[in-house]
């Protein structure tokens, strides 16, 4: 999942994502929406694939982008994580915040 | 919360810690950046606001609902200036029960954008809101006390 973590922490990738959430489009179309260069684009577009955001499939010689719901599901398993990372500093914290107290008595 | 909401995300830890001491991090600025955000502006009381820069670009907000300390505390809870979750549009219910001279803590986040979320609703940018947090927050590390987590004055 950190994967997809830092595959979103691009702003233009997460802009590719929105582009192509309802359909597919082919990666010259996605790059003619974007003020950069067509390798600048795959390459963000490798990135999403690696990270299972994004589905590719092959029509004749053009590949096609769209995606992929079930990255989404990973997604919210990460957000879950990320609640759970959270209690565990709070779990650090306040024992050390008891440990503290307990010695002041 | 509708029956049907299977949105809630829930979590339970143990803590080495009485209920008093727990409590105070989810009431207390000082304390609350010690385990999330960098700053941290709380005024617990009912309709008192609770707003938590957890980024420094995305700030976590809403408004205390309920406190009984040290038992329990509701907030409301959303992004400030997301459209997806704006802010008080999801609630966390904070249950501290006392166990074997420590606390059991449990976190509901619930009314999250789950009936839309998918390709084609605006769960779609719900979640990559939080990604986009849930991230920063992953690469600060575990270590609260990091010199790029919480600001210290």
Known sequence: MEAAARAIAEPRRRAILRLVRDRELSAGEIASHFDVTRPAVSQHLTVLREAGLLAERRDGTRRLYQARPEGLEDLRAFLDEFWAAGLERLKLAAELDQSRKDRKR | MSPTDTTAVTHEVHIDAEPETVFAFFTDPDKMIQWKGRQAEL??????????????????????????????????????GGDAVPPGSSTVEITLTEQGGGTLVRLEHRDLPESERGPHGQGWDHYLERLVVAAAGGDAGPDPWDEEGPERS
């Open chain 2, 43 to 80: 005024d617990p009381r009912p309709g008192g606001v609770y707003r938590v820069d957890v980024t420094g670009e995305h700030v976590a907000r809403g408004e205390y609902v309920e406190l009984d300390p040290p038992h329990r505390v509701v907030f409301t809870w959303g992004w400030e």
